[in-house]
């Protein structure tokens, strides 16, 4: 409110000085002074005027708060938003449209309303039912296709595109009171049936049959024909025929209930076909894919995921890929024949999956995720010929509520769906939008991006659901190319509203990318693409140099300071070209990077982008705000992406023991609020200009250092860890050396670590994970993996060799599990006999040795090459040099408080050697991962939320854990 006052009294201020300059004369007879009432009256009735649309501009600025607040999108009218935006920047920053403008919003243009079917049905589901087109050339013409529908009282209507009732109200059996949450049609022409689902698992397949008549108007008598032909209105009487359309039950079945205390419940239904069979594949509550035979006898039955809520939907796909099935965090190919999955499922990403479509068009392979949180991710499944999990676009982030998806030439329909449980979920506006995948594969400038071919708002109607007629891929029609000319139609059902509308829906086929590009001048298909022919090419093949570009141009239009408050006079759409060439320029004269730079065809919609690199990001954490205090949620900043840095979106971190350790000052005085953590594992989301070796997407890990002086012979050598001067700790550190951006006069920024949500972290301090580890376990490898890895490494052990492994903590775990893939007879040396079952059984070691038992170390005297030392606290040091044979290395990565206590000749009559080692170099932590992907090795772990980490840290101390807990940081 105060600042609305002040504003107030100055725009007062300003309008009275105009009142007053404008006639500056003093008035003295009843003429003048009369005159100067008026000129004073007029001016107060403009500035009146004024006033009130500076009131309204405060109503409206007032109304986006509140929206921006309670997470409520705010729609203004594009004269008073284009107003707004011209004032303030800002404001384009949180109207998305500013970036993503719809190309167009004109809906009567592309939706052609033709009637409203089955006006007095209560409608809860339909769909298209195809006809086989026996006639050639008579189809073209009129849509052969039926409306199926299926009512609030479970009943079955079919009715002609005419609106004729072909089928009226045909019960379904499901019963009373049940009601029926799934419909779906046979995948082919060649036997209509439908198969509908009910709120308790039953599932029923009725055959439909559709027979075409002649009509007994034509004088003889009714002569069914083999083959369906919808009636063609009015077209030629001689050829008028009418439909006669009948269902009948085939088969019902329901899955088989599963074990006692676990209740299975059936969640999604796809019929498929395959060569003359048809199967049903239906996914279950407990993450269980069923395959039925026609006749509703099982097939088999596996189980594809152990996400919550299990199989969450499933999409028909192409050839040998015949089934996508999605849970929460999965999606992967299900082979019905088998009855298992084809590879393994496909993961990565952080809010839970909501839907998923495959790929319109020109490129297949691909599939589109739609996530809860409004995003939509596009993953490559394929690289080549061999298979892949790959994140290949990402769409503008338009809504706060999660798409429901469709393919549809080229472009990706998304109709924004509430959850169910959502509240208020009637506010939102409901609309329609079609992404178009190839421009936003062209990559975004900074024009408008016109990712948004169109926003198709119906109100006050609101969409709820929609069924699509018409090759919904480009391309894959029988006239190739010229799919375009087939027409397209789409039946909407809206709240509130009875029946369904169909409408005739044109919308080109975007050229793909590379098309545009050859093409070059505009084209005159109905998208104008000249404007953005003269940028695409360039931005897509240079999406690096761009992202560092804008970075750069804004760093140098702000005077070079990253951070502050103004964000207010970022000219994000002042583009400077000089500097972009000078940029490419540069990056190609490098040695070394022949093609210029690295093609990214990642996009980050507008706003991320430039909020990603032109400024600090703050990030929502877990800290110790003092010494031994609890951790609890914060919120720390990360600078602005640099020209080498390499920006991550965090999605799990291990909790190490030293991790306690130093949250409880116990290891000498260190720097509070600590964020701690240097297990970090996530994804790439930006990277500065300089960086080749990572892109936006990559899957990386951060461990227990960030920075080092670079200068030293350790450093060069490739030993950060042992750097003269002190590496900087990822954690409870400071960027002390002047080469980093957080060097400050008095010493150098504080470090914080990797129990947050993101992280900004120099290229040379960023390693690969391998894609086929899973992402929260291979993260405990970037300390405890390479702790024990390095000394196997350095101290030169062989394959054949008999390694020792004292302790079984989180280090010990995967000193076993790396032993043993490096190939050595591996033993535990344990203090408790408990643990033997897991060391033999779970990490396969090949011996277990009780340290209190004499026998067990009598047995194992002077048998072992080598020893990890993994434990922390006070043990008899001269028992376990025992075990080693001549010339046998004793190496310590575990720290007990006391020091140690051993005779010499406990290691001079052998030639045996103590040693220590401190975790590992980068270039062999990468080493490190490459082998554990190598050898599928990652660390058993327990997952955890961010408000349990206080209560794992007491765990850790009592050795309470099997063997790391990872955080996972979408529950901070
Ligand atoms: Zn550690
Ligand atoms: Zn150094």
Redesign the pocket.
């Given at each position: 409110m105060g600042r609305c006052a002040w504003l107030l009294i100055a725009l007062t201020r300003q309008a009275w000085a105009g009142v007053w300059s404008s006639s500056p004369a003093p008035c003295h007879d009843d003429e003048s002074c009369k005159a100067r009432l008026d000129t004073i009256t007029s001016k107060l009735d403009e500035l009146r005027d004024e006033m009130r649309g500076k009131h309204l501009t405060l109503q409206a600025l007032e109304e986006i708060r509140g929206g921006i607040l309670s997470g409520r999108r705010v729609e203004l009218p594009s004269a008073q938003r284009q107003h707004l935006e011209k004032g303030s920047p800002l404001i384009s920053e949180v109207t998305f449209d500013a970036r993503h403008r719809p190309v167009s919003t004109n809906v009567s243009r592309h939706f052609q309303s033709q009637r409203v079917i089955a006006p007095n049905l209560d409608v809860r589901h339909h769909a298209f039912l195809t006809l086989k087109r026996s006639t050639p050339g008579a189809a073209k013409t009129s849509v052969p296709a039926l409306l199926v529908i299926v009512d609030a009282e479970s009943k079955l209507s079919i009715y002609s595109l005419d609106n004729e009732p072909l089928l009226d109200k045909f019960d379904l059996g499901h019963g009373a009171g049940r009601s029926i949450v799934q419909l779906e049609m046979s995948p082919t022409q060649e036997n209509h049936f439908i198969v509908t689902v009910d709120d308790d698992g039953n599932i029923r397949v009725h055959n439909i049959k559709i027979v075409a008549k002649k009509q007994k108007a034509e004088g003889g008598k009714d002569k069914d024909e083999a083959e369906e032909e919808p009636k063609a209105k009015g077209k030629d009487p001689k050829e008028a025929r009418t439909l006669n359309v009948t269902a009948s039950l085939a088969s019902s079945f329901t899955l088989s209930p599963g074990a006692l205390e676990e209740a299975r419940k059936l969640t999604v239904v796809l019929p498929i076909e395959r060569g003359s069979q048809t199967f049903f594949v239906a996914g279950d509550s407990l993450g269980g894919l069923s395959v039925f035979f026609r006749n509703g006898t099982m097939r088999g039955r596996v189980r594809v995921t152990e996400d919550p809520g299990g199989v969450k939907g499933l999409v028909r796909g192409q050839g040998q890929q015949q089934v996508l099935f999605y849970s929460s965090h999965a999606f992967g190919f299900f082979s019905p024949s088998q009855v298992d999955l084809q590879y393994a499922p496909c993961t990565g990403w952080n809010s839970p999956l909501v839907d998923l479509a495959m790929e319109p068009g020109y490129s297949t392979g691909r599939v589109l995720l739609a996530l809860q949180d409004g995003d939509v991710l596009v993953y490559a499944t394929t690289r080549g010929k061999s298979k892949a999990c790959d994140l290949a676009l990402k769409f503008p982030h338009v809504s706060v509520l999660p798409f429901k998806l469709h393919s549809f030439r080229g472009h990706v329909m998304a109709l924004p769906t509430p959850p169910d449980d959502m509240e208020k979920k009637d506010e939102y506006v409901r609309e329609i939008f079609f992404f178009n995948v190839a421009a936003m594969e062209n990559g975004y400038g900074s024009s408008p991006s016109r990712a948004i071919t169109l926003q198709a708002s119906f109100k006050p109607k609101q969409p709820e659901n929609l069924a699509l007629l018409g090759q919904p891929t480009a391309g894959a029609g029988a006239q190739g190319g010229g799919g375009d000319k087939a027409k397209s139609q789409i039946a909407i059902r809206f709240k509130d509203m009875r029946g369904v509308e169909v409408f005739d829906l044109t919308l080109r086929t975007p050229p793909p990318p590379k098309a545009a590009q050859a093409e070059g001048g505009g084209s005159s298909n109905g998208w104008d693409f000249s404007s953005i022919m003269s940028w695409f090419p360039k931005i897509g093949v240079f999406g690096i140099a761009l992202i560092g570009v804008i970075f750069w141009n804004i760093k140098k239009v702000t005077g070079g300071g990253g951070g502050g408050g103004g964000a207010t006079d970022l000219p994000t759409d002042d583009f400077d070209e000089e500097l972009f060439k000078e940029k490419l320029r540069e990056r190609r004269a490098k040695p070394g990077s022949t093609t210029g730079v690295v093609p990214v065809k990642i996009e980050v919609s507008g706003s991320r982008l430039t909020s990603a690199l032109q400024s600090t990001m703050s990030c929502k954490c877990y800290a110790a705000l003092v010494p031994a205090g609890p951790l609890v949620p914060h919120t720390i900043e990360r600078r602005a992406v640099g020209p080498d840095d390499v920006a991550i979106d965090i999605k799990y971190a291990g909790i190490c023991h030293s991790d306690v350790h130093q949250a409880r000052e116990e290891w000498g005085s260190a720097i509070f609020p600590m964020v701690p953590g240097h297990e970090i594992g996530g994804f790439v989301t930006a990277v500065g200009p300089n960086v080749t070796s990572f892109k936006v997407g990559d899957k990386v890990g951060v461990g227990c250092m960030v920075d080092?002086?670079?200068?030293?012979?350790?450093?060069?050598e490739g030993d950060?860890n042992?750097?003269?001067?002190?590496?900087v700790m990822t954690y409870n550190g400071k960027y002390k050396y002047k080469h980093c951006l957080e060097y400050t006069e008095d010493g150098g920024k504080p470090t914080y670590g990797g129990y947050a949500q993101s992280i900004v972290v120099d290229k040379n301090y960023v390693c690969r994970i391998p894609d086929n580890l899973d992402l929260a376990g291979a993260t405990p490898l970037l300390c405890a993996g390479i702790t024990v890895y390095s000394p196997m490494a350095y101290n030169g052990l062989k394959a054949g060799q008999k390694l020792g492994v004292a302790g079984l903590g989180g280090l010990g775990a995967m000193a076993v599990m790396i032993g043993k893939a490096w190939g050595c007879e591996v033993t535990v040396l344990s203090r408790s006999e408990g643990k033997r079952d897991e060391a033999m059984k779970e990490l396969k070691a090949d011996k277990f040795v009780v340290m209190s038992n004499d026998s067990d170390v009598e047995a194992a005297a002077s048998s072992l090459d080598m020893i990890i030392d993994t434990i922390a606290a006070k043990h008899d040091i001269p028992t376990y040099l025992s075990f080693l044979r001549q010339n046998g290395k004793f190496v310590m990565v575990g720290v007990p408080a006391e020091p140690l206590d051993f005779h010499a000749f406990s290691i001079i009559p052998k030639r045996k050697t103590i040693t220590g080692s401190l975790i590992g170099g980068i270039r062999e932590t990468q080493e490190m991962l490459d082998f554990c992907g190598k050898h599928n090795i990652i660390c058993p772990h327990e997952l955890i939320s961010g408000d349990k980490i206080s209560e794992s840290y007491d765990r850790v101390v009592k050795s309470d854990v099997k063997y790391r807990f990872v955080i996972d940081t979408s529950t901070f």
């Open positions: 080092s002086c670079r200068e030293c012979q350790s450093c060069k950060e042992y750097c003269a001067t002190g590496a």
